[in-house]
């Protein structure tokens, strides 16, 4: 049963999101890194920019992540950094660290233009453009 549940959500996040005048699928591997690609630039259209630099943070963790208009971000927090591309695709952020695997997709929901909150749980705060 476990397995199915996984299956079921993966296939879930990779089934083609919608807008309201426009169809986008999920990102392969190769549209990673793209930063002026037609998805990216449609969804920037209808929401605020996620380019810049961003913190999140608890009791116990602190994370800065930057995103840059080429697709590509940096990530710090709790001694460790990576690096790797990003992309947005309706209301989904996808992140592939460099030499790793995908990270599973992220709902992210933006708060104003320095605000958002990813999977309803982690909210980051801008630091700059």
Known sequence: MKNTTLATSL??????????????????????????????????????SVVGTWQWSSHRHEENITFRSNGTYKSEGDGKTTSGTWKIVGNQLFQKPNGKAPIPASAIVFEGNNAF????????????R
Do not use: M
């Not at 296939?11 to 986008?24: D, E």
């Open 117 to 128: 909150t990813l999977d309803g749980a982690f909210r980051y705060t801008r630091v700059s």
């Open 11 to 48: 296939i879930l996040i990779l089934t083609p999101l919608s807008t309201a005048s426009n169809t986008l699928a999920a990102p392969s591997d190769s549209d990673f890194g793209k930063g002026d690609n037609e998805a990216l630039q449609v969804q920037q259209s209808h929401t605020p």
